[in-house]
């Protein structure tokens, strides 16, 4: 069983930043893929970036060039750097991780971009 805590959520305005951090119960180092997706209200779930165990990192088009996903290893911890922030960016943001093929979840943490 692996468990993911998320912190760094809040509320900021347009423009401004964010960083959440996402620490694993496992040594990372070991995970494969892991990094963040977002719902909003009335959405489905979206994958906003991943990072595998050699650091290729994948973005979805609407966040990149302002959001950066970095790990370390050593913190057994993943992070989503966020800039630039939009209102559009407003969600509940979940960590995930991937091990041996099953997907854990974290518990998700608010992010709200006021105009």
């Known amino acids: 069983q692996v468990q993911l805590v998320e912190s760094g959520g809040g509320l900021v305005q347009a423009g401004g930043s964010l960083r959440l951090s996402c620490a694993a119960s496992?040594?990372?180092?070991?995970?494969?893929?892991m990094g963040w997706y977002r719902q909003a209200p009335g959405k489905q779930r979206e994958l906003v970036a991943s990072?595998?165990?050699?650091?290729?990192?994948n973005y979805v088009d609407s966040v990149k060039g302002r959001f950066t996903v970095f790990r370390d290893n050593a913190k057994n911890t993943v992070f989503l750097q966020m800039n630039s922030l939009k209102p559009e960016d407003t969600a509940v943001y979940y960590c995930?991780?991937?091990?041996?093929?099953?997907?854990?979840w974290g518990q998700g943490t608010q992010v709200t971009v006021s105009s």
């Open positions: 995930y991780v991937d091990l041996y093929g099953i997907r854990y």
């Open positions: 990072i595998t165990s050699g650091g290729t990192t």
């Open positions: 496992i040594n990372i180092f070991r995970i494969n893929a």
